[in-house]
Structures are given as C-alpha cells and as structure tokens.
C-alpha cells in the first residue's frame, strides 16, 4: 500500500481526515462513546509526530466506507460480565473460563423467549417441510462464521442423519419411497466463497453483496427453493446479496405477493433492528415485507465482537432444532412410532421443550470447568513454549475445525499451514482417520469439495465492482478460491502427515469424541488410539475430550480404564495425559445437536481463554484481530482509539505526560493502514505481529517520548513485551 495520496500535500489530506472525522465523531458520540472534536492542528500534530502521510487507502475508507464502520452496534460493545477477563484469567483459569460461560446465560434467556413464542421457528420448519415435499431444495448461506454454521447444517446434521438411516434395510425403503432417493443432497450450505473460505476468509469478498447473488445462481437456486440467509450482527453484504437477490426472483413474477415470498426467505441476525437501520443495505432488508426476518439478538459477545461466540452459537442452535423437527415431521407421515424411535425419535419432537434444552447443556459444562481448565493452561504452555497442537476428530470434525481455523482472524495467528510449507508455521493442525488429502476433504463434507469457477465469477467482478480496492482484492480472492485450493490442504491422519507434521517432545495432542467415540480410545486397532498412543510415545502430552451420553458413575470408570490402558503411571512428570469428560444425552436428537452445541462452547471458550492467558485478549478486546475485510478494519480502529484514548485519560498518566485531547477515528484508521502497509511484506520478520497492537504502542510511546518512533521501533516493542504487558507497565 502507497503512503503517498498522488497530487496531494500533506495539509490536504490533514483537512480531509478532520473534515471525516468530524462527521464520525458525530456517529461515535451517538452510540454512547464521549469524545470530543479534534482540531485540525491537533490531528495534524499526531500524524506528524508519527511521519504518517495519510494513504489513499485510508482516505477512501473514511470517507466512503462509513457504511462498514459498525462500533455503534450491540455485537461489538463489550460485555460487561468480562471486562476484566485478561487479568482474571492470568491467576484463576477456572474463574476466566466461568466468565466465558456466564454470558452464554443470554442465550439462555433469548431462547426461553423464543420457546414462549416459537412461531417463526415453527413455520421455518413447516416450510422446510414443504419443500422438501414439493421437489424444491433448501438453502443456507453465511459468512465467515455463519459460512461455517451453513456448512455444519449440511455436513453436520442434514447429509449424516439421512445416511446413517440408509444402513437400516427396512426403514430406508420406505423413506426412498416418501422422501426420494436424493434426500441428503436437498440442503445446501454455503458460505461465501465456497469450500476454501472454510479454511480462512478471502478478503473482499464478505464486503460484496454481488458474490451473494452469483454463488446463490451458481448453486442453481431458484425460486421455490427455501432460503435461509444468516449473518452474526445482521450487516454482512454477501448475505444480504443472497437474500436479496432470492427476492428478486419472486418479484419477477407478475403476480408476485410478499405474502407468498416470505414463507420462503428468512434472514436470521443478531443485533437490535434500530441499531441496524442507519445502515443501508440492513435497511433494505429488515423493511422488507417479502422476507421473514429471526431476530436473535442476545447482547454483547463475550469477547467484544467475537461473533463466532454468543451469536454463532444461538443461530446454530436454533436452526438445528428447526431443521431436525422438520426431519422428524416428515418422518412421522409414513413411519410408525417404534420405526420412529429406530430413526432417533423416540417421542415427539416439540420445538418450544427443544429450545428450552439448551440451559441444561450449559449447566453441565459449567460444572466441567474444573477439567477443562488444565487442558487451557497446557495448551497455552504448548505455544509459549513454540510448540504445536494437534486435534483429532472424527464425528466431531467439523465443529473442532470450524474452532481451529477461527482462531486465525480472531487472534491474528497464521492459517492453517498449506501442504508445500516445508514446517509447521501455524499454531494448530487438525486430523482425521483418512488415507489422504481428498479422502479427508469428502469425510469432512460428505461430499466432493467445491470451489468457485472463475471464468463464471471473474466477468462480473471486472464488469460490476466500481469500487478499485474491493475490486482489486475480490480478484486476487478469485484466484484462491478454485476447485485446486482442496489439494493444497490435507487433515489426514496418514502417513504423509505422520512423517512431515507428527508430534515432537513439547507438542500437545487432542483427541475429540462424540458418543460412542469414547470407547475407541481402548481399541489398539481404532485410529484414536493410535493417534494416542503415537503422542505419549514421542513425549508429547495427550488431551482427551469427550461428549458422552454416559452417566457419571460410568464415566469415572471409563476414565479410570483409559489411564490403565494409557500407563499413565508410568509417564514422566513433563508428559501429561488429561481428561475432559462432558455428560450429554442424545436422547430423542438424532442430530446430535445437543452434544454439538456442547462441544462447540467448550471450544469456543477454550480457544479464546488460551489466547487471554497468552496476552492476545485485553479486557474483553480482541486486540489481535486481523483486519481483513472493512468490517474488521472498522473494528480494528475502533480499538486502537479506544485503547489509546483509555490511557490518555489515566490519572496516572496525565501526571506523568500531560493531558491530552483523544485521538481521533480518523488519527486512529490513518495510523491502522500505514501498520498494514508496514507488516504486509514482513512475515518472515513480524510473524503474527497484529496491526492493532503495533498502532496502539506506535502511538503511546510516540507521545511519552515526545517523537516519532518508527515502525521497526514499535515492532521489536511488541516482540519484546506484547501489548498486555506493554500496557500494564504504562497503566
């Protein structure tokens, strides 16, 4: 990125970030946030201090992106249980994690409203219902986080279920006969930019509603089809392209009515709708009399912003019961209720009592924290000691993935390593029982992989994105989004895999079951035991996580057997081997939505307690997000202001530097794009340095100092310290 705006001096672009800045503060002011206006010499005098000629990139952003700068909504304030969670969890793990999971009582609380007033929820499963009945397909379609929620719908809970009742001779007849022999191919779930997005996110694609329309006509969906179109804060605009470009197609029929499209479109978000309006292509939709909107909104995430949290999780569970209570009312047109019961159900599936089963799920990991918070404490261990992880699932695969290659925009780590990378560079790999590469991509989806066609995609790109930058990067994300992208990956637990990425002395290994998984752990013959047995033979520690339906009695003898088996007495004291053993039933979830939800929580929760207790969380901030769409470059400024305007106003610092006005959006966004443009082409050196870190200790020491110091300057601080302890010692 270019630090110099052609044909500009530096006064001008000054004049252009106040005049911008101005206008933001306006809006900041509005969500509750105290500023103040910041003269022209005083922005000048940051920038100036720091060297910074605002670039281009920066310019454009403020002042033609404001419809992407999203601090005011509810999803990114921070929640108030976790203010303090990275200080917490330095001394008490346990109390770290218990803060996580108290704020997953809101969900909790939304869903007993929800199961007070469930009829959107039943007629989405009506709807599912129809048509499936009439022909049609079903839809669902998201976006980084809710992308992967569209695949675990598929991949997860659709497509297994309907296969596992193919192995039973007398029932699959049957449903054949009802529901056709193409059952598990009928839904869909898509994410934007197809199968490789699962991996990590392809920049500017998220920021296009038109990749939503192409990828919803290159799936062949047509009206008629049902479509569920979900996004975490209710602004993402690949999602609204899908749903809006869905609407389109009825509005072309002449007698369309709203009446007719909405039994078929839904848009399911997370955010307070008058928190939404002012942002327009949110408007478009939320107004919209032909599109069922599943409001959700539960509060402030746990960690501010991290949707794949709190949002994620109500939007999965609540789908899920819609889509398995539809499952079930098909079923129970033509089967009677003992084939009912071989199918899973053994009693009828009632929306309102499944929404209501969720608390019980958090009460039992609630009650697990106190083995779940070695296993976060040794894994931290693992990666401050420049060793890597290893999990292994097989039913589980998907949900322990998803967490996996989340954690790299959340807390700017490197993406899961490419097969030609000659070492491990990323923190954790996952692994399943598949002989290679492709195999394990088709046990994962249970289906071929997809990637996008460029010659369907790049003709429209280069015709209909005006804008250069997003145009610029949605191109370079073409070229990585292809049907070759399933080749450079490989999850297997082969041989290949064994000989270049296996476990060393230091290294952590974690096995993931879901019932009946847990007994494979005693079969010599069964891949989780070898996958076991292969760690604590190359002096690596051994994590075992289990979601059992088994009662409590029996899990204190099944842990006790895996010990024996595992001679945990007999490994030295660097080694451990630990269990965490989780208790939900299956009862009447053919799904497995219930032991799902579970395991995502936990991991969820894990993963983000690993990073506080490695000093990339502070507060409840994820000061080590990676801005790599205009969402999170708004987020990312946000936090570099909020941070840096935190200190300015500390007493402390005021008597030993002087007080000062609070840096401005503007200040902070021009500060952001020169650290991106800084740490673009430095990887080798800077490794998994964030951008926000460096801009917020670029600024503070620029200001104590009273000079600008460099960027190089500012980065051997972070590497050196890291922001936690840099501004601890300030503070």
């Not at 039913?395 to 954690?407: G, W």
């Not at 990323?426 to 289906?447: K, M, N, Y």
């Not at 801009?695 to 620029?702: A, H, K, P, V, Y």
Request: with cysteine; charged share 25%; net charge neutral.
């Amino acid at each position: 990125m270019s630090k110099k705006s052609p044909g500009r001096k530096m006064s001008e672009k000054v004049a252009w970030v106040t005049l911008i800045t101005i206008i933001l503060l306006g809006v900041t002011a509005a969500a509750g946030s105290r500023q103040q206006e910041t003269t022209s010499n005083q922005t000048g005098s940051l920038l100036e201090l720091l060297g910074i000629e605002v670039s281009p990139e920066s310019l454009d952003y403020l002042q033609n992106k404001t419809q992407f700068q999203l601090h005011t909504l509810l999803t990114e304030q921070r929640h108030p249980k976790t203010w303090n969670l990275s200080e917490k969890i330095k001394t008490d793990t346990a109390a770290g994690l218990h803060l996580l999971f108290s704020v997953d009582e809101d969900i909790v609380a939304k869903l007993d409203q929800l199961a007070a007033s469930p009829t959107l929820i039943e007629q989405l499963a009506t709807e599912i219902k129809k048509t499936i009945l009439s022909g049609h397909k079903i839809y669902v379609y998201g976006c980084g986080a809710t992308g992967r929620l569209a695949k675990q719908m598929e991949s997860t809970f659709w497509r297994p279920f309907w296969s596992s009742l193919k192995t039973d001779k007398d029932l699959w007849p049957k449903i054949e006969k009802n529901l056709g022999p193409g059952i598990s191919d009928k839904l869909i779930g898509e994410m934007t930019g197809g199968d490789r997005a699962l991996i990590s996110s392809l920049e500017g694609f998220e920021d296009l509603q038109l990749i939503g329309r192409l990828q919803l006509k290159d799936r062949g969906i047509e009206k008629g089809d049902l479509v569920i179109a979900v996004t975490e804060g209710g602004e993402t605009s690949s999602v609204i392209g899908t749903i809006l470009a869905a609407l389109d197609d009825w509005r072309q029929t002449p007698s369309y009515s709203p009446t007719e499209s909405r039994k078929k479109l839904y848009f399911v978000y997370n955010n307070p709708d008058d928190k939404l309006r002012p942002f327009e292509r949110s408007r478009a939709v939320i107004d919209e009399p032909g599109i069922t909107k599943i409001n959700l909104t539960t509060g402030p995430m746990a960690i501010t912003g991290s949707t794949r949290m709190q949002a994620t999780t109500i939007e999965t569970y609540a789908l899920g019961v819609a889509l398995q209570a539809a499952a079930y009312d098909l079923l129970r047109d033509f089967l009677s209720p003992k084939e009912l019961q071989r199918a899973g159900f053994g009693q009828p599936y009632l929306i309102a009592d499944n929404l209501k089963a969720f608390a019980p799920i958090l009460n039992r990991i609630k009650r697990a924290v106190p083995a779940i918070a070695p296993w976060t404490e040794l894994e931290a261990r693992t990666y401050a000691g420049g060793h890597f992880s290893t999990y292994f699932a097989q039913k589980a695969l998907i949900t322990v993935f998803i967490d996996s290659t989340e954690r790299s925009p959340t807390f700017r780590l490197y993406p899961l390593d490419t097969v030609d990378l000659p070492e491990r560079r990323c923190w954790i790999q996952v692994w399943t029982p598949a002989g290679s590469g492709r195999e394990a991509w088709l046990s994962f989806l249970g289906r071929p992989f997809r990637g996008l066609n460029e010659e369907f995609y790049r003709p429209a790109f280069e015709k209909e994105i005006d804008d250069p930058y997003l145009k610029k990067a949605a191109l370079d994300s073409l070229k990585k989004a292809g049907q070759a992208q399933q080749d450079l990956y490989d999850f297997s637990f082969s041989e290949f895999n064994i000989k270049k990425r296996g476990p060393k002395s230091g290294d952590l290994g974690v096995t993931v079951g879901l019932t009946p998984e847990e007994n494979y752990l005693l079969d010599s013959n069964s891949p989780f035991s070898r996958f076991g047995r292969l760690f604590l033979e190359n002096k690596a520690s051994l994590v075992m996580v289990n979601v059992t339906d088994l009662e409590e009695k029996k899990i204190a003898r099944a842990q006790k057997n895996i010990e024996n088996f595992y001679n945990l007495k007999a490994l030295p004291p660097e080694q451990k081997l630990h269990q965490v053993w989780l208790s939900v039933d299956m009862a009447n979830d053919p799904f497995e939505l219930r032991q799902n939800m579970a395991l995502k929580m936990v991991l969820n929760a894990h993963s983000t307690a690993v990073m506080a207790k490695l000093g990339r969380v502070i507060g409840n901030t994820m000061t080590n997000v990676s801005p790599s769409n205009l969402k999170l470059i708004g987020r990312a400024t946000y936090l570099i202001q909020s941070h840096v305007n935190d200190c300015l106003k500390r007493p402390g610092w005021i008597k030993k530097y002087g007080r000062r006005e609070p840096i401005s959006y503007g200040e902070a966004n021009a500060v952001l794009f020169d650290s991106i443009a800084y740490l673009k082409d430095k990887e080798d050196v800077a490794g998994q340095t964030a951008e926000v870190a460096l801009s917020i200790i670029r600024i503070l020491e620029s200001l104590r100092q009273k000079r600008g110091i460099t960027n190089d300057e500012a980065l051997a601080i972070v590497q050196q310290q890291g922001l936690a302890n840099y501004l601890a010692g300030i503070n």
